[in-house]
């Protein structure tokens, strides 16, 4: 009798006989004297029940969804079964809900906790083969199976079935490793059946170990609640699993696993076609590659970061979310683990968050984000959650929000939780909309706003309301934008001079009323042209018949001028608008005189993507910057959008390599290098600073800027970073 020690994976499609044929392989293993273990891996969990004389095992998942972790035991879920063959069921959840791939790998993770097979020498394992997804593929993974069968009829289906399991083993092997001990046929007596095993096992290099007769002993077995080799009636049925047995434990030999493409297996099987060897690439084929060098002229036309140096974005159900907590009288449930919730949160409240530390204060409960979460965890994920995600609408619903917003995640969309049926949980004045972010499946950060724009839009925006005068609507203003709220304050403020009121911020800081209002307003206000925003202007034109104000969120003085300008023209008040525009005009001269001192005269470098800047350039002029060189990286080879003053755009250079940055540094001799790469030119110049990435809207964006211009340059002067020295003191000692 043989020693060693194995485990073996019976796969086959469901219905064509592995269960009854794994448990006569158990069974004649352990007439051989070898210690058996069976673990069933279909979640119909009726492997065992012939080794077990009729009795069905409770199953490892049902136990450990009602079992206390610290409370388990494993004879509990060990039964003991023909010859003292050990037997288990996995088991899996309720048709329709969860994953039963995630149960499997939880059933195993607890085996493996509970080190289930010290006690034996063989372990066989009888899977379903229709499925290979990843949790199904756990026994064919190499901590696992050391050899796979594969359990097949002729019919096609079956030998598709067997195909998928070889492409399962060949993504975890390769060609490195040999672990397929081949084909167990069991005869169905269909025509043509022999054939097309021969064929597929000739294809696939695999032998074939057994042919399982067709017998009405293996009803008889069955009826009997027993095995055949239990039955033990002396025969070609009996002899198969003997056979088996002792290929088993005896020199298995192994083989490599060589699925077929679709068309192959169909041409083969069904049509006796032989399978094609594929050729190795030709010497001829490698040199007409290199002549044509298309590849080469495509990667120089579009350069590419190494992927460690891509920015990171987040998935859709981050964007989804970080859109929705805008709703400031609505509840966000995120239907997923933890930790999504928390780096979400992490994400929403960063700026907040920032911005009190530094001044040695927490985040106060009562300004974080209206944002719960369902917390899914391995339990759920086995056996589904939405149960759990219905309390937590139930739940939200009793403290009466303006609506509640529910976002589901990877997790939530893989186990298949019907997210959309929380809907049906919706109320007169309370809407539950759910947005079926699902994560990264669904898209990245900003497919998830746009999903959330649309949902909330959709559900709550009422068509064709009365008119209101002399009110607008703020669209577009979520993202990344530190400066939000500051220049949702500018701009409320600079239009409430002239009467006019905003009336809904979508989707920034709206009750679910106020975006049920929002087709009320005559006027719509983009915050900015990104390529999202226009799609949302397009859709609201679309859909709500919005109009849109020809001026986006103006930046710096003279787009802000004109943009009050053209907005009392519209609304009827331009007497209004002369009396605004001269208070701010004064303010803004007396800051211009302010500054003067400290910047006239002073030689500036501008290193800048290919994005606006003549707002900072007309203010820095007017206080008597010299702007000795603008040099623009343009990646994405556009048309040059830095500036639209004939007399600038001589000065502007198109940036080819960091060298030309160098050069002009070194004769220009600049007091300022102004770019948002300070890295490169660490040794190159005195002082750099960056262009801000999101600027403040109003007649002021540019002085904010030279403000800092002028810190930097006057504490040069001094020779020493003593303002610095008593910020630091006064933040952070
Ligand atoms: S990608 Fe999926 S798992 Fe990751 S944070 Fe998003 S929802 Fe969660």
């Known amino acids: 009798m043989s020693e060693k020690k194995l485990e073996i994976a019976v796969y086959g499609k469901g219905g064509i006989g592995k269960s009854t044929i794994c448990a006569d392989l158990s069974a004649a293993l352990a007439e051989r004297g070898r210690k058996v273990l069976q673990i069933g891996c279909d979640p119909k969990h009726d492997s065992t029940r012939l080794l077990m004389g009729g009795k069905m095992l409770p199953t490892v998942l049902e136990y450990l969804r009602d079992t206390p972790a610290e409370e388990t035991k494993l004879s509990e879920v060990l039964g003991k079964g023909y010859m003292g063959i050990g037997c288990i069921e996995a088991g899996g959840p309720k048709p329709g809900i969860g994953c039963a791939g995630r149960g499997?790998?939880?059933?195993?993770?607890?085996?493996?906790?509970?080190?289930?097979?010290?006690?034996?020498?063989?372990?066989?394992?009888?899977?379903?083969?229709?499925?290979?997804?990843?949790?199904?593929?756990?026994?064919?993974?190499?901590?696992?199976?050391d050899a796979i069968f594969l359990v097949?009829?002729?019919?096609?289906?079956?030998?598709?079935?067997?195909?998928?399991?070889?492409?399962?083993?060949?993504?975890?092997?390769?060609?490195?490793?040999?672990?397929?001990?081949?084909?167990i046929f069991n005869r169905r007596m269909v025509a043509g059946e022999e054939e097309r095993v021969q064929r597929f096992a000739e294809a696939v290099k695999l032998p074939i170990c057994a042919v399982v007769p067709r017998s009405d002993l293996f009803a008889r077995a069955e009826e009997e609640k027993r095995t055949v080799m239990e039955l033990n009636i002396p025969g070609e049925e009996?002899?198969?699993?003997?056979?088996?047995?002792?290929?088993?434990?005896?020199?298995?030999?192994?083989?490599?696993a060589l699925p077929l493409e679709d068309e192959e297996l169909e041409a083969i099987v069904l049509e006796g076609e032989k399978r094609k060897e594929k050729?190795?690439?030709?010497?001829?084929?490698?040199?007409?590659?290199?002549?044509?060098?298309?590849?080469?002229?495509?990667e120089a036309e579009s350069p590419k970061l190494p992927s460690s140096r891509l920015p990171l974005y987040g998935c859709a159900f981050n964007g989804a979310a970080t859109a929705a907590v805008h709703l400031t009288d609505g509840i966000v449930i995120a239907h997923s683990p933890k930790s999504c919730s928390f780096y979400t949160?992490?994400?929403?409240?960063?700026?907040?968050?920032?911005?009190?530390?530094?001044?040695g204060i927490l985040m106060p409960s009562a300004i974080s984000p209206n944002f719960e979460t369902t917390q899914i965890n391995d339990h759920d994920v086995v056996f589904g959650a939405i149960d759990k995600l219905r309390s937590a609408v139930k739940e939200a619903m009793d403290k009466r929000p303006g609506a509640v917003v529910v976002i589901s995640s990877c997790v939530s969309g893989i186990i298949g939780d019907d997210v959309l049926s929380a809907e049906d949980m919706s109320t007169d004045d309370i809407p539950v909309i759910v947005i079926p972010a699902d994560g990264d499946i669904s898209g990245d950060y900003m497919h998830?706003?746009?999903?959330?724009?649309?949902?909330?839009?959709?559900?709550?925006?009422q068509k064709g309301l009365p008119k209101k005068a002399m009110t607008v609507n703020l669209i577009g203003e979520v993202g990344v934008n530190n400066n939000k709220d500051i220049n949702y304050e500018t701009i409320k403020r600079l239009l409430g001079d002239m009467g006019i009121s905003i009336s809904c911020r979508f989707l920034g800081d709206a009750t679910a009323d106020e975006i049920r209002g929002l087709t009320a307003a005559p006027l719509n206000i983009l915050a900015s042209e990104s390529p999202d925003n226009m799609k949302l202007k397009a859709w609201l034109e679309e859909e709500y018949g919005c109009d849109f104000f020809s001026h986006c969120l103006p930046v710096g003085y003279?787009?802000?001028?004109?943009?009050?300008?053209?907005?009392?023209?519209?609304?009827?008040?331009?007497?209004?608008?002369?009396?605004?525009?001269?208070?701010?005009?004064?303010?803004?001269?007396?800051?211009?005189?302010?500054?003067?001192?400290?910047?006239?005269?002073?030689?500036?470098?501008?290193?800048?993507?290919?994005?606006d800047v003549d707002w900072l350039l007309d203010t820095a002029e007017k206080a008597g910057v010299d702007f000795a060189w603008i040099g623009v990286l343009n990646y994405l080879r556009q048309e040059l959008r830095?500036?639209?003053?004939?007399?600038?755009?001589?000065?502007?250079?198109?940036?080819?390599?960091?060298?030309?940055?160098?050069?002009?540094?070194?004769?220009?001799?600049?007091?300022?290098?102004?770019?948002?790469?300070?890295?490169?030119?660490?040794?190159?110049?005195?002082?750099?600073?960056?262009?801000?990435?999101?600027?403040?809207?109003?007649?002021?964006?540019?002085?904010?800027?030279?403000?800092?211009?002028?810190?930097?340059?006057?504490?040069?002067?001094?020779?020493?970073?003593?303002?610095?020295?008593?910020?630091?003191?006064?933040?952070?000692?």
């Open 152 to 183: 097949t009829s002729g019919e096609f289906m079956a030998l598709y079935a067997a195909n998928n399991i070889l492409r399962g083993v060949r993504n975890f092997d390769g060609s490195l490793h040999k672990r397929v001990a081949g084909i």
């Open 345 to 359: 949160w992490q994400n929403i409240s960063a700026p907040g968050r920032r911005n009190l530390f530094s001044r």
């Open 104 to 145: 499997i790998i939880s059933a195993f993770e607890y085996l493996d906790r509970k080190r289930v097979k010290e006690n034996y020498d063989i372990i066989t394992y009888d899977v379903l083969g229709d499925v290979v997804c990843g949790g199904f593929a756990v026994p064919i993974r190499r901590e696992y199976a």
């Open 448 to 461: 998830g706003i746009e999903m959330c724009q649309r949902k909330i839009g959709e559900r709550l925006i």
């Open 642 to 733: 830095v500036t639209s003053d004939p007399a600038r755009k001589e000065k502007i250079h198109e940036i080819k390599s960091r060298d030309e940055v160098f050069k002009a540094i070194e004769e220009m001799k600049p007091d300022l290098v102004i770019t948002n790469y300070t890295e490169t030119l660490k040794d190159k110049a005195f002082i750099t600073d960056s262009l801000p990435m999101t600027q403040k809207v109003g007649f002021n964006s540019g002085i904010d800027v030279l403000d800092r211009w002028a810190l930097l340059l006057e504490n040069r002067r001094e020779g020493e970073w003593t303002n610095d020295r008593v910020y630091f003191e006064k933040y952070f000692s």
């Open 558 to 611: 003279s787009a802000t001028e004109e943009f009050l300008s053209d907005i009392a023209e519209y609304f009827g008040c331009s007497e209004k608008v002369e009396a605004v525009l001269e208070a701010e005009r004064e303010k803004f001269f007396s800051e211009i005189e302010r500054l003067k001192p400290l910047l006239e005269g002073k030689k500036v470098v501008i290193n800048t993507i290919n994005a």
């Open 238 to 256: 009996r002899k198969v699993f003997e056979d088996l047995a002792a290929l088993v434990d005896g020199d298995l030999p192994l083989y490599e």
């Open 279 to 298: 050729q190795p690439l030709s010497l001829d084929a490698l040199k007409s590659c290199e002549e044509c060098g298309l590849c080469e002229e495509q």
